[in-house]
Protein backbone atom coordinates (compact mmCIF):
# COMPACT_ATOMS: atom_id res chain seq x y z
CA UNK A 1 0.00 0.00 0.00
CA UNK A 2 1.20 3.62 -0.47
CA UNK A 3 2.39 5.93 2.41
CA UNK A 4 -0.14 7.82 3.70
CA UNK A 5 -0.22 11.59 3.36
CA UNK A 6 1.14 13.27 5.66
CA UNK A 7 -1.19 15.77 7.40
CA UNK A 8 -0.87 19.29 7.33
CA UNK A 9 0.63 20.86 10.76
CA UNK A 10 -1.68 22.25 13.26
CA UNK A 11 0.51 24.97 15.48
CA UNK A 12 -0.51 25.16 19.21
CA UNK A 13 -0.63 28.97 20.51
CA UNK A 14 -1.24 29.55 24.15
CA UNK A 15 -3.34 32.65 25.56
CA UNK A 16 -4.32 33.71 28.12
CA UNK A 17 -4.54 31.05 31.27
CA UNK A 18 -5.77 28.00 29.08
CA UNK A 19 -6.53 28.82 26.12
CA UNK A 20 -5.07 26.97 23.05
CA UNK A 21 -5.20 29.20 19.94
CA UNK A 22 -4.69 26.82 16.72
CA UNK A 23 -3.12 27.64 13.36
CA UNK A 24 -3.71 25.10 10.63
CA UNK A 25 -0.96 25.42 8.13
CA UNK A 26 -2.96 24.06 5.17
CA UNK A 27 -0.57 25.30 2.54
CA UNK A 28 3.37 25.43 3.49
CA UNK A 29 3.88 29.41 5.09
CA UNK A 30 0.11 30.13 4.71
CA UNK A 31 -2.54 29.33 7.82
CA UNK A 32 -5.81 29.76 8.91
CA UNK A 33 -6.28 31.43 12.72
CA UNK A 34 -8.68 29.14 14.85
CA UNK A 35 -10.31 31.71 17.70
CA UNK A 36 -7.68 33.73 17.89
CA UNK A 37 -8.56 35.31 21.26
CA UNK A 38 -5.77 37.36 21.66
CA UNK A 39 -3.58 38.48 18.69
CA UNK A 40 -0.32 39.37 19.88
CA UNK A 41 0.69 35.60 20.69
CA UNK A 42 -0.16 34.69 17.30
CA UNK A 43 1.03 37.80 15.24
CA UNK A 44 4.50 37.09 17.90
CA UNK A 45 4.55 33.00 16.54
CA UNK A 46 4.01 33.64 12.42
CA UNK A 47 6.52 36.44 12.57
CA UNK A 48 8.67 34.30 14.13
CA UNK A 49 7.82 31.39 11.90
CA UNK A 50 7.74 33.25 8.50
CA UNK A 51 3.94 32.25 8.07
CA UNK A 52 1.22 34.13 6.39
CA UNK A 53 -2.03 34.32 8.21
CA UNK A 54 -5.53 34.29 5.42
CA UNK A 55 -8.41 33.44 7.27
CA UNK A 56 -9.67 33.63 10.67
CA UNK A 57 -12.18 31.32 11.85
CA UNK A 58 -13.89 31.74 14.68
CA UNK A 59 -16.48 29.13 16.08
CA UNK A 60 -18.53 31.42 18.56
CA UNK A 61 -18.66 35.23 20.08
CA UNK A 62 -16.88 35.05 23.11
CA UNK A 63 -14.33 37.50 23.90
CA UNK A 64 -11.49 34.84 24.35
CA UNK A 65 -11.97 33.53 21.32
CA UNK A 66 -12.61 36.67 19.18
CA UNK A 67 -10.87 39.38 20.94
CA UNK A 68 -8.10 39.82 18.44
CA UNK A 69 -9.99 39.44 15.17
CA UNK A 70 -9.58 42.93 14.96
CA UNK A 71 -5.54 43.55 15.36
CA UNK A 72 -4.73 40.46 13.50
CA UNK A 73 -7.01 41.68 10.05
CA UNK A 74 -5.46 44.91 10.13
CA UNK A 75 -2.01 42.98 10.59
CA UNK A 76 -2.29 40.44 7.92
CA UNK A 77 -5.80 41.64 5.47
CA UNK A 78 -7.22 37.79 6.02
CA UNK A 79 -10.73 36.79 5.93
CA UNK A 80 -12.92 36.67 8.95
CA UNK A 81 -14.92 33.80 8.96
CA UNK A 82 -17.93 33.13 11.64
CA UNK A 83 -20.98 31.61 12.97
CA UNK A 84 -23.85 33.09 10.99
CA UNK A 85 -26.48 32.75 13.87
CA UNK A 86 -23.82 35.22 15.62
CA UNK A 87 -22.15 37.31 13.27
CA UNK A 88 -22.91 40.83 15.12
CA UNK A 89 -21.20 39.79 17.60
CA UNK A 90 -18.15 38.76 15.64
CA UNK A 91 -15.75 41.52 15.27
CA UNK A 92 -14.43 41.92 11.91
CA UNK A 93 -16.49 39.06 10.32
CA UNK A 94 -16.58 38.64 6.54
CA UNK A 95 -18.42 35.65 5.39
CA UNK A 96 -20.70 34.38 7.80
CA UNK A 97 -21.36 30.85 7.56
CA UNK A 98 -23.67 27.70 8.90
CA UNK A 99 -24.44 24.62 9.02
CA UNK A 100 -23.78 22.69 5.68
CA UNK A 101 -21.36 25.60 4.72
CA UNK A 102 -17.84 25.20 3.86
CA UNK A 103 -14.52 26.89 3.76
CA UNK A 104 -11.90 26.46 1.17
CA UNK A 105 -8.54 26.50 2.72
CA UNK A 106 -6.04 26.04 -0.43
CA UNK A 107 -6.83 21.94 -1.37
CA UNK A 108 -8.86 21.72 2.12
CA UNK A 109 -12.59 22.02 2.74
CA UNK A 110 -13.44 22.80 6.36
CA UNK A 111 -16.53 22.04 6.55
CA UNK A 112 -19.33 23.91 8.92
CA UNK A 113 -20.94 21.99 11.60
CA UNK A 114 -24.00 23.67 14.00
CA UNK A 115 -22.98 22.48 17.67
CA UNK A 116 -25.04 25.22 19.93
CA UNK A 117 -25.63 24.78 23.68
CA UNK A 118 -22.63 26.57 24.63
CA UNK A 119 -23.61 30.11 23.21
CA UNK A 120 -26.74 29.43 20.53
CA UNK A 121 -25.18 29.80 17.43
CA UNK A 122 -21.67 27.58 17.51
CA UNK A 123 -20.57 25.94 14.90
CA UNK A 124 -17.37 23.69 14.94
CA UNK A 125 -15.39 22.89 11.68
CA UNK A 126 -14.77 19.93 10.11
CA UNK A 127 -11.80 19.51 8.58
CA UNK A 128 -11.60 15.54 6.39
CA UNK A 129 -8.63 15.24 4.83
CA UNK A 130 -6.46 16.90 7.63
CA UNK A 131 -8.39 14.34 10.09
CA UNK A 132 -8.94 17.78 12.02
CA UNK A 133 -12.10 19.01 14.18
CA UNK A 134 -12.03 22.56 15.71
CA UNK A 135 -14.69 22.32 18.22
CA UNK A 136 -14.27 25.56 20.05
CA UNK A 137 -15.92 25.36 23.44
CA UNK A 138 -18.44 22.62 22.42
CA UNK A 139 -16.35 19.62 23.07
CA UNK A 140 -13.03 19.35 25.34
CA UNK A 141 -11.25 16.16 26.08
CA UNK A 142 -13.42 14.16 28.72
CA UNK A 143 -16.06 17.12 28.87
CA UNK A 144 -18.51 20.11 27.25
CA UNK A 145 -18.89 23.11 27.30
CA UNK A 146 -20.93 25.17 30.10
CA UNK A 147 -24.60 25.75 29.00
CA UNK A 148 -24.49 29.59 28.77
CA UNK A 149 -27.14 29.38 26.03
CA UNK A 150 -28.65 26.60 25.14
CA UNK A 151 -30.11 23.33 26.97
CA UNK A 152 -28.93 20.06 27.51
CA UNK A 153 -30.79 18.95 24.32
CA UNK A 154 -29.40 21.24 22.42
CA UNK A 155 -26.16 20.10 23.51
CA UNK A 156 -27.06 16.50 23.44
CA UNK A 157 -27.29 16.88 19.76
CA UNK A 158 -24.51 18.70 19.55
CA UNK A 159 -22.00 16.23 20.33
CA UNK A 160 -24.12 13.50 18.58
CA UNK A 161 -23.05 15.34 15.42
CA UNK A 162 -19.66 15.49 16.51
CA UNK A 163 -19.36 11.81 17.64
CA UNK A 164 -20.93 10.82 14.87
CA UNK A 165 -17.65 11.94 12.78
CA UNK A 166 -14.60 9.60 11.73
CA UNK A 167 -12.79 8.20 15.36
CA UNK A 168 -9.69 8.65 13.92
CA UNK A 169 -10.66 12.00 14.06
CA UNK A 170 -8.33 14.68 15.72
CA UNK A 171 -10.06 17.09 18.24
CA UNK A 172 -8.37 20.61 18.78
CA UNK A 173 -10.43 22.19 21.32
CA UNK A 174 -10.00 26.16 22.77
CA UNK A 175 -9.22 24.92 25.95
CA UNK A 176 -6.50 23.14 28.84
CA UNK A 177 -9.56 21.42 30.67
CA UNK A 178 -8.31 17.74 30.39
CA UNK A 179 -7.23 17.59 34.00
CA UNK A 180 -10.35 19.15 35.89
CA UNK A 181 -12.66 17.31 33.42
CA UNK A 182 -11.07 13.52 33.97
CA UNK A 183 -10.98 14.50 37.64
CA UNK A 184 -14.80 15.20 37.38
CA UNK A 185 -15.44 11.67 34.57
CA UNK A 186 -13.81 9.32 37.08
CA UNK A 187 -16.82 10.13 39.40
CA UNK A 188 -19.79 9.47 37.00
CA UNK A 189 -17.97 6.68 35.39
CA UNK A 190 -16.12 4.78 38.23
CA UNK A 191 -15.91 1.16 36.68
CA UNK A 192 -14.59 2.50 33.41
CA UNK A 193 -10.98 0.86 33.33
CA UNK A 194 -10.52 3.03 29.79
CA UNK A 195 -11.41 6.63 31.73
CA UNK A 196 -8.79 5.56 34.60
CA UNK A 197 -6.05 4.90 32.08
CA UNK A 198 -6.47 7.96 30.27
CA UNK A 199 -6.68 10.01 34.14
CA UNK A 200 -3.65 8.83 34.99
CA UNK A 201 -2.11 9.80 31.53
CA UNK A 202 -3.31 13.07 32.01
CA UNK A 203 -2.72 13.48 35.33
CA UNK A 204 1.50 12.09 34.17
CA UNK A 205 1.39 15.04 31.05
CA UNK A 206 0.19 17.98 33.38
CA UNK A 207 3.09 16.87 36.31
CA UNK A 208 5.27 17.14 33.36
CA UNK A 209 3.36 20.40 31.87
CA UNK A 210 2.66 18.81 28.70
CA UNK A 211 -0.78 19.90 26.82
CA UNK A 212 -3.19 17.18 26.47
CA UNK A 213 -4.87 18.66 23.05
CA UNK A 214 -5.16 17.55 20.42
CA UNK A 215 -6.49 13.97 21.42
CA UNK A 216 -8.72 11.12 18.94
CA UNK A 217 -12.56 11.10 18.77
CA UNK A 218 -11.88 7.96 19.60
CA UNK A 219 -10.89 8.20 23.13
CA UNK A 220 -14.03 10.71 24.01
CA UNK A 221 -16.44 7.87 22.44
CA UNK A 222 -14.94 5.20 25.00
CA UNK A 223 -14.42 7.64 28.35
CA UNK A 224 -16.12 11.45 27.65
CA UNK A 225 -19.22 11.25 29.75
CA UNK A 226 -21.45 13.40 28.55
CA UNK A 227 -20.29 11.97 25.02
CA UNK A 228 -22.08 8.59 26.38
CA UNK A 229 -24.84 10.57 28.35
CA UNK A 230 -27.18 8.46 26.27
CA UNK A 231 -30.11 11.03 26.56
CA UNK A 232 -30.46 14.83 27.02
CA UNK A 233 -32.31 14.08 30.37
CA UNK A 234 -28.61 12.63 31.86
CA UNK A 235 -26.17 15.13 30.20
CA UNK A 236 -27.98 17.72 31.55
CA UNK A 237 -27.89 15.75 35.06
CA UNK A 238 -24.29 15.59 34.24
CA UNK A 239 -23.66 19.31 33.32
CA UNK A 240 -25.32 20.04 36.67
CA UNK A 241 -23.29 17.75 38.51
CA UNK A 242 -20.32 19.50 37.21
CA UNK A 243 -20.74 22.66 37.26
CA UNK A 244 -21.50 22.29 40.91
CA UNK A 245 -18.03 19.78 41.18
CA UNK A 246 -15.58 20.76 43.61
CA UNK A 247 -12.16 18.39 43.60
CA UNK A 248 -10.86 16.40 46.94
Known amino acids: MP ?12 AFADNYIWLFEYEPGTVAAVDPGDAAPVLAFVERRGLAISH ?3 THWH ?10 KAASGCTVV ?17 AGDGVMLGAHEARVLFVGGHTAGHI ?5 SARALFSGDTLFAMG ?24 ETRVFCAHEYTLANACFAVTVEPGNAALAAR ?15 PFALAEELATNPFVRAGSPARLGEIRRAKDAFQPA
Request: proline share 15%.
Open 144 to 167: CGRLFEGTPDDMFQSLARLAALPP
Open 82 to 98: GPAREADRIPGIDRAVD
Open 63 to 72: PDHVGGNRAI
Open 124 to 128: AYHVP
Open 3 to 14: PLPELPPVHRVP
Open 199 to 213: YAAVQEARRRNEPTV
Open 56 to 58: ILN
